[in-house]
């Protein structure tokens, strides 16, 4: 049986287990698609955290910061391409007994998180450059996970000063 594979990363923390998700949800990640952003905003995180000012259940250790126009657009273009990404392999078809599967490690430290206001509305961003891995959430309660090529680590990197 032919396999795809992609690395992605659960939400849980679990020790050194992993777990996978079969055929992606088309509907989901069209959602969270997105084109330019206008406007993006920046913070530091660290360790979770269930209080009132926790972002998606990370401590932000920062506040917001407004990014420069260029580097809008710069982010917005990496994020969206992983969206993208993911979603043209979900829309590929499936031969019979085919399938993609989709790993998840389950080991995340978010140090960044990210807000993009585009046409669509807010995309909001976790960025862990440790294990190389994003999570996007949309303002309809969408959520995906994806695993950051190299190139788009370092891209990220330079760009939030990681």
């Known amino acids: ?25 088309v509907a989901l990640l069209e959602a969270l698609e997105f084109g330019g952003a206008p406007l993006a905003v920046v913070a530091g995180l660290k360790g979770t955290s269930q209080s009132s000012g926790a972002f998606h259940g990370y401590n932000r250790v920062t506040d917001w910061r407004v990014v420069d126009k260029k ?35 389950f080991c995340f430290n978010p140090g960044y998180a990210v807000r993009l206001q585009s046409e669509r509305g807010w995309r909001e961003f976790l960025v862990c450059l440790e294990c190389d891995e994003i999570y996007v959430f949309d303002d309809g309660g969408h959520a995906w996970n994806h695993h950051l090529e190299n190139t788009e680590v370092d891209k990220l990197s330079y760009l939030l000063g990681g």
Do not use: N, Y
Not at 92 to 105: C, D, L, N, R
């Open 71 to 105: 580097t809008t657009a710069d982010l917005a273009a990496v994020l969206a391409g992983a969206v993208r990404a993911d979603l043209a392999l979900a829309r590929q078809p499936h031969k019979e007994g085919e399938a993609t599967i989709w790993f998840h490690s």
């Open 1 to 25: 049986m032919k396999t795809r594979i992609l690395m992605l990363l659960g939400l849980a923390v679990w020790s050194g287990c992993t777990s996978l998700r079969r055929d992606p949800d």
